[in-house]
């Protein structure tokens, strides 16, 4: 079924919205969650909260791009999980490095001064990550978007761990630069 259609189920409040959203975006959605979770039930449980969090918020918003819409609502909701259940405790999860890897460009505060600095500083990210050459910007969008092992992304690109892991730094050093370019950072 297209995009288009279930968008649409969803506009007429048609639960078939959901199995069919299920049915196409269930496998990404909880590939999602299991790399931020490392847990198949706590990853099962984000995935059916995407589905009514969708139902809530559809309408009366339209996605341009249900995929991503998804991805982001997953991405949230499992974020938002592994704050909860204080994931530290469970082990094997790529967050915890992948927030470490992160924190030399990207302070961790939780005071921001308020939420028009966090969405302006979010479009300067998307910015620097539509301006690298594809596949830095794809490594670095699978690395801290979707938190992707640096076994996954090095075996997808046929390139070893340590190659990952300097195209990663140095694209992390870049936006770094980039940040400070832009007000955001001070060194």
Partial sequence: MTDDKIIELYWKRN?????????K??????KIAKNILSNNQDSEECVNDTWLRAWNIIPPN???ELKMFFAKLIRRISFNRFKFLGAK?????QIELVLDELNE??????????????KELGECIR???RDLPVREGDIFTRRYFFTESIEQIAKRYS???????VILSRTRQKLKLHLIKEGYLYE
């Fill in 127 to 129: 910015v620097f990550v």
């Fill in 89 to 93: 405790k469970r082990g094997g999860g």
């Fill in 105 to 118: 460009c990207i302070s961790d505060t939780e005071d921001v001064e308020d939420e028009v600095i966090t």
């Fill in 62 to 64: 339209k996605p341009n």
């Fill in 159 to 165: 390139i070893t761990t340590n190659n990952t892991m």
């Fill in 15 to 23: 639960s078939e919205a959901i199995v069919q959203s299920n049915k």
């Fill in 25 to 30: 975006y269930g496998g990404y959605c909880f």
